[in-house]
C-alpha cells in the first residue's frame, strides 16, 4: 500500500513531474524514510533542487539516496523510472567506479568542479560516451555533519564533439596553409614582425630565420624597391594591396649576387575583434618563369592556355580553403545575388533559395540577439551584415539568432562580420561575409549567468558570511551577510582591506595563517575577532577551502565566516566556572578533613591506650572506621574532579591482574563478612597481566564490590570472575541484590547518579564511584559496562581491559610489606598546627607509637621550642596563623639548631597543584589530613633509620 505524507506546499508543492512522483512515492521503501522525517537541511535544498531548469540531484545519507528535478530526468532516461529514493550506486552502477573517489573526497568536506568529463553510460541497451560538466558540494545538517552532496551538471557530449570536430577542421586547414604551394605569411603590428610562414614562403625566400623579426630586418634589401612602404600604407590605410608580375630583387643565397623575380601576391589586412589592423596576410606565387615565357613570346597561345589552367587551379584551391574554413563564408555581387558559398555556410542556414537581390533577403530568418533595444525584433533584408557591406559598411561583429531553412523551430546563434570588395578604382564589385555558429558558447554563458545568480541566491541565504578570493588570496566577493554584520559599503572591503576589520591584535596571526594555506594549499581556519557594524569586535570563526580545477591548481577559495561570540563569551564563563570549581572543592577538603585529623588520631589512640576494655575498644573501631568513609567520600570527590578533567597521573607498569582481585577483594572482605554475604572468585588457570597503575585498578575493582556489598540484602551472594583471552582480560561482578531499572542501567556511571535510596540511607555514597571507576578503566584503555534484569533482581558490571604478555610484564616489583605501627629508633618529632584538637591527638597518638613529641599551636613558640627540643623531624601544618607553614620552614632552615632537620608538610589541602608546591618549597615529604597513621609511622622510621639508626641520632643529640 502506498503511504502519502502531507507536507508544506513550499517544500514538495509543483516541482514538476519529479515533485508529483515524490508526493506520490512508497517512501517507505526507501532508506531515507517518509518526506515528513527529512531534516530541515535536505528540505532547503530538495526545494532549491525542484526549482532549479538544470539538471541537478541530492545523493544523502549513509546510502546516498537519489532526489533529483524534472531536467535530471533526460540525463537518467529509462534510469528515471527507479530511481526516486535509491541508492547512487545502484542507479549509477555503470560509472560507479569513475565517481567513488570523487564521492569520498567530497563527502570528506571538499567541494569538487570538473568540466567536459568523459563517462561511458549504459543507454538503450548500448554503452555510449558522454561528457559532461558538473559540480559536487558538501551537504551539511543543522549540526554541521556532512550527509551528502549536492550535484548540479549539464551534460557537453554535443558541445564536446563539435568542439573536436571544429579543431579537427582547423588542423585540416592549417595543413593545407602548410601543404598549398603559394607562399604565405603572416606579419602582426606596424612593424610588420612575422608570425607564421609556410614552406613555399621560406624556400622562396632562401630559407631564412623570420619568426619574431620584422620584413626590414629579413630583407634589408628591400628598403628601396617600395615593398616597405606598401605593407605600411595596407597596414595604415586597412586597404590590401593585390601585385601583379611585379619584380622584386632579392639576396637567396648568402653573399650571393641579387636575384630577379616576378612575383603575384596580395598583401591583405587583418583586423582584430575591434576591426582595427592587427596585420597582414601574404600571399602569392613566383611567376618568374611565366613572366620570361610570357616575354620570350607573348604571342604563344600556349602559354595563355597554360596561365588559364594556372588559374583554374588556383580557383579549385581556393575552393576547397573555402570549404575547409571553420567559419561560413558567402559572396555577393554588386547586386546582392549570392554567387558563391562553402560547406558551413550551407550547414549553418541548410537548403537555403540562391537570392537574386538584396530585397528577397526577407526569405532569410533571423532575429536580433545582441542584447540592444531591437533584441529579439526581426532582421530586416537592408540589415544583414552582406546588404550593408554593399553599401560600403565594415560589419565587425553582428550577433543574431536564425532559423535554418528546412527546419522550422529550431533556433541558432551566429557571429556575422562582413566587409566590400572593391577593385583598383575602389568601386565596390561584390561583398563577402562570414558567420560564426556561437550557440553552445551563448547557451555556456547563459548557463553561467544563470549558476552565478543561483550561487549568489544561496549564499545570501545562508546563516554564515560568505566570500571568495581569486588564487593569490585577494577577496573579490563578499555575500549580503558580510555587509549586514560589517555595515560596510559594497566594495570597500574587497583585495587586501579585509585585514582591517579584524581586531589589531589578530591581524598578524590571520595574514600568517592566511599566507600559510595560500602557499601550501590547506584549509584556512581561525577564530579572530571581527568589527561589527556596531563598533564592537565579535569572534568569528573563518574558514576556507581551495578550488581546484581538474589539474589540481587552485583556481579560487571559498571561505565562511561563523559569528561564534555567544559561544566563545561562554566558554570563558565555563573556565571560570571551573576554576572556581576547583577552588571550591580544594577549600571544601581542606574544611573536612582538618575535624577528621583529631577523630582519626583520637580513635587510634583509644585502641592504644594500656587497659583498653572492649567496649572502648569497639567505639575506637566505629569511629576509626567512620572517620576513615569520610576521609574516602573526600578523596573520591576529588579524585573524580582530577580524572574527569584528565588530570589524574598513573603510574604504570605490567600487573598480574589476579594479584589486584585479591587486594580489592581483601579491602572489601569485612563488609562482606559483616553481612552475611557468600563471596565467589573464579581465576583462571594462567597468569593474566595487564600495564597499568596497580592502585587505581584495586580502587576501580574495590568500588564495584563495595557497590554490589552495599546493595544486596544480608545473606545475599556476590560472584567475581576473572577470564583471559589472548587479547583482553574481563573481570565481571555480579550479585544479587536490589537490582536497577533501565534508566538507572543507562546514567549508571554519571556523576551523582544514584537509584531510589531508603529511608534509613542505607547504601550511603554520593554517587560518584562509578564516574570515577568508567574513568579510571577508559584511562587504562579499557571498557566498563553495568548491566540488571530488573529491580529486585540482582546488577552485573562488566570491565575489560588490554592484555599484555607474561614475557613483555617480567621485571614487576612486588608491593611493600605493611609499615609497623611502633617506632623502631628514638626519634624526637615537633608538631606545629593551630587546630588545638587535632595536633593533641595526633601528639598522644606518636607518643603512645614511641615517639618522644611536643606540639605547638603557633609558629613564634614552634621556633622558640625547636632551638632547645633540637627535633629530627618537623610536622608543619600549611595553614598556620601570623606566618605560613613555608615561612617557618624557611625560618627553622635558617636556625643552627635546625638547618638539617627533616621537613614534613601536613595540609588539608591534598590536589595535585597543592601538592606540587609543597614539594618546590623547602619541604621533604607531604601528607594530606587526615594522617594515615601507618603511612606516618612508615615515614618516621624510614627518615630515621636512612640517617643511620639510633647511633646516627646520638651523634646528633651530641
Known amino acids: 500500500m502506498t503511504q502519502t505524507f502531507e507536507l508544506p506546499s513550499v517544500f514538495l508543492g509543483d516541482g ?26 535536505l528540505r532547503a535544498i530538495v526545494r532549491l533542487v525542484l526549482d532549479s531548469k538544470a539538471p541537478q540531484f541530492v545523493a544523502w545519507g549513509p546510502q546516498l539516496c537519489l532526489l533529483y528535478n524534472d531536467a535530471y530526468l533526460v540525463i537518467l532516461r529509462e534510469k528515471g523510472a527507479r530511481a526516486l529514493g535509491r541508492p547512487l550506486k545502484e542507479i549509477w552502477s555503470d560509472i560507479w567506479p569513475d565517481i567513488e573517489s570523487l564521492v569520498k573526497r567530497t563527502l570528506a568536506g571538499e567541494s569538487l568542479r570538473f568540466e567536459d568529463t568523459e563517462f561511458t553510460l549504459h543507454r538503450a541497451d548500448r554503452d555510449e560516451a558522454a561528457w559532461f560538466s558538473f559540480t559536487y558540494t558538501p551537504i551539511r545538517d543543522e549540526d554541521g555533519t556532512i550527509q551528502g552532496f549536492h550535484c548540479g551538471l549539464v551534460e557537453t557530449t554535443n558541445r564536446v564533439l563539435l568542439e573536436r570536430e571544429r579543431n579537427r577542421q582547423t588542423e585540416r586547414l592549417y595543413s593545407l ?20 610562414a609556410n614552406p613555399a614562403y621560406l624556400q622562396f625566400v632562401g630559407q631564412r630565420e623570420l619568426a619574431g623579426k620584422s620584413v626590414k630586418e629579413v630583407f634589408p634589401e628591400l628598403a628601396s624597391q617600395g615593398y616597405l612602404e606598401i605593407l605600411d600604407k595596407v597596414y595604415q590605410t586597412g586597404q590590401p594591396f593585390i601585385g601583379r608580375r611585379m619584380e622584386v630583387q632579392l639576396q637567396r643565397q648568402p653573399h650571393a649576387q641579387l636575384d630577379t623575380i616576378f612575383i603575384d601576391f596580395v598583401f591583405q589586412p587583418m583586423r582584430d575583434e575591434h576591426g582595427a589592423v592587427s596585420g597582414i596576410f601574404i600571399e602569392g606565387y613566383d611567376v618568374t618563369e611565366h613572366q620570361r615565357t610570357e616575354e620570350r613570346s607573348r604571342l604563344n597561345e600556349q602559354a595563355a592556355r597554360d596561365a588559364a589552367r594556372l588559374a583554374s587551379t588556383e580557383q579549385g584551391r581556393l575552393n576547397a580553403l573555402l570549404d575547409a574554413a571553420p567559419v561560413g563564408i558567402s559572396f555577393a555581387d554588386q547586386s546582392g545575388r549570392i554567387i558563391l558559398a562553402n560547406a558551413e555556410n550551407r550547414r549553418l542556414w541548410g537548403d537555403y533559395p540562391q537570392s537574386e537581390s538584396v530585397d528577397e533577403y526577407g526569405e532569410w530568418k533571423g532575429w536580433w540577439a545582441d542584447q540592444s533595444e531591437r533584441h529579439g525584433q526581426r532582421v530586416q533584408p537592408n540589415e544583414w551584415a552582406i546588404a550593408r557591406a554593399l553599401r560600403g559598411e565594415e560589419v565587425l561583429g553582428d550577433v543574431v539568432d536564425i532559423e535554418p531553412f528546412g527546419m522550422p523551430g529550431s533556433r541558432r546563434t551566429i557571429l556575422l562580420r562582413a566587409c566590400p570588395v572593391r577593385n583598383s578604382h575602389d568601386d565596390i564589385v561584390s561583398a563577402v561575409v562570414a558567420q560564426m555558429d556561437i550557440s553552445e558558447q551563448v547557451r555556456s554563458e547563459a548557463a553561467l549567468r544563470e549558476s552565478e545568480a543561483k550561487f549568489r541566491t544561496i549564499a545570501d541565504a545562508m546563516p554564515q558570511m560568505v566570500w571568495s578570493t581569486r588564487p593569490d588570496g585577494y577577496h573579490d566577493y563578499y555575500n549580503q551577510r558580510w555587509y549586514d554584520f560589517t555595515g560596510m559599503p559594497v566594495g570597500s572591503t574587497d583585495g587586501a582591506s579585509w585585514n582591517d576589520m579584524f581586531h589589531a ?35 568569528v570563526l573563518g574558514r576556507a577551502l581551495p578550488v581546484r580545477d581538474e589539474s589540481g591548481r587552485i583556481i579560487r577559495w571559498m571561505g565562511t565566516c561563523t559569528d561564534i561570540h555567544e559561544h566563545k563569551l561562554n566558554q570563558e564563563a565555563l573556565k571560570e566556572s571551573d576554576r572556581r570549581k576547583d577552588e571550591f572543592l580544594a577549600m571544601l577538603a581542606h574544611e573536612l578533613r582538618n575535624p577528621l585529623a583529631p577523630i582519626s588520631a583520637a580513635a587510634e589512640l583509644l585502641a592504644m591506650l594500656p587497659s583498653v576494655d572492649d567496649r572502648t575498644r569497639q567505639i575506637s573501631e566505629v569511629i576509626a572506621r567512620h572517620a576513615h568513609h569520610m576521609t574516602e567520600l573526600v578523596n573520591d570527590l576529588l579524585d573524580v574532579s582530577r580524572v574527569t578533567r584528565g588530570l589524574a597521573k598513573l603510574e604504570k607498569e605490567p600487573v598480574d591482574i589476579q594479584a589486584v582481585v585479591t587486594e580489592a577483594v581483601e579491602q572489601i572482605r569485612p563488609l562482606a563478612e559483616e553481612r552475611g554475604h557468600a563471596l565467589n572468585m573464579h581465576f583462571p588457570l594462567e597468569k593474566a597481566m595487564v600495564l597499568g597503575d ?45 537490582g536497577m531499572t533501565p534508566d538507572l542501567v543507562r546514567s549508571a556511571f554519571e556523576l551523582f547518579s544514584q537509584g531510589e535510596r531508603t529511608a534509613d540511607r542505607a547504601q550511603g555514597g554520593l554517587g560518584i564511584g562509578l564516574a570515577l571507576v568508567k574513568s579510571l578503566v577508559e584511562l587504562h584503555g579499557g571498557t566498563v559496562g553495568a548491566s540488571s534484569q530488573g529491580v529486585g533482581l540482582g546488577s552485573t558490571f562488566t570491565v575489560t581491559l588490554p592484555r599484555i604478555s607474561v614475557k613483555k610484564a617480567a621485571g614487576t616489583v612486588e608491593g611493600n610489606r605493611p609499615a609497623s605501627i611502633r617506632a623502631n629508633w628514638p626519634c624526637r618529632v615537633l608538631l606545629v598546627d593551630d587546630n588545638i584538637d587535632a595536633a593533641d591527638m595526633l601528639g598522644m597518638f606518636l607518643t603512645s607509637a614511641g615517639f618522644e613529641t611536643t606540639v605547638e599551636y603557633y609558629p613564634t613558640n614552634a621556633l ?19 606566618i605560613d607553614g613555608y615561612q617557618l620552614a624557611r625560618q627553622l632552615r635558617s636556625l643552627p639548631a635546625t638547618a638539617r632537620t627533616h621537613l614534613v ?16 618549597a623547602v619541604f621533604e615529604h607531604h601528607l594530606v589530613k587526615p594522617v594515615n597513621t601507618v603511612e606516618l609511622v612508615r615515614l618516621l622510621n624510614e627518615i630515621v633509620a636512612n640517617e643511620g639508626g639510633q647511633a646516627q641520632l646520638t651523634e646528633k643529640d651530641d
Open 16 to 41: 514538476g513531474i519529479v515533485g508529483a512522483q515524490m508526493r506520490s512515492h512508497n517512501w517507505a521503501e526507501s532508506p531515507l524514510g517518509p518526506p515528513a522525517t527529512w531534516p530541515q537541511s
Open 177 to 196: 596553409f602548410e601543404q598549398t604551394p603559394s607562399f604565405m605569411a603572416i606579419t602582426a603590428g606596424p612593424n610588420h614582425v612575422y608570425e607564421l
Open 505 to 539: 591584535d589578530d591581524q598578524a596571526r590571520a595574514w600568517k595563517l592566511w599566507r600559510n594555506s595560500l602557499e601550501t594549499g590547506e584549509p584556512y581556519e581561525i577564530e579572530y575577532r571581527l568589527r561589527h557594524r556596531s563598533g564592537e569586535y565579535r569572534w
Open 694 to 738: 596497580k592502585k587505581r585498578l584495586v580502587q576501580v575493582l574495590a568500588n564495584l564490590l563495595g557497590n554490589a556489598a552495599k546493595y544486596t540484602p544480608n545473606g545475599g551472594r556476590v560472584d567475581l570472575n576473572l577470564e583471559a583471552d589472548p587479547h583482553r582480560v574481563t573481570i565481571c561482578v555480579r550479585d544479587n541484590g536490589i
Open 864 to 882: 622558640n621550642r625547636a632551638r632547645d627540643f633540637q627535633p629530627h623531624v618537623c610536622l608543619l601544618d600549611i595553614g598556620l596563623p601570623e
Open 905 to 920: 608538610a601536613v595540609s588539608g589541602y591534598g590536589q595535585s597543584q597543592d601538592i606540587d608546591a609543597v614539594n618546590y
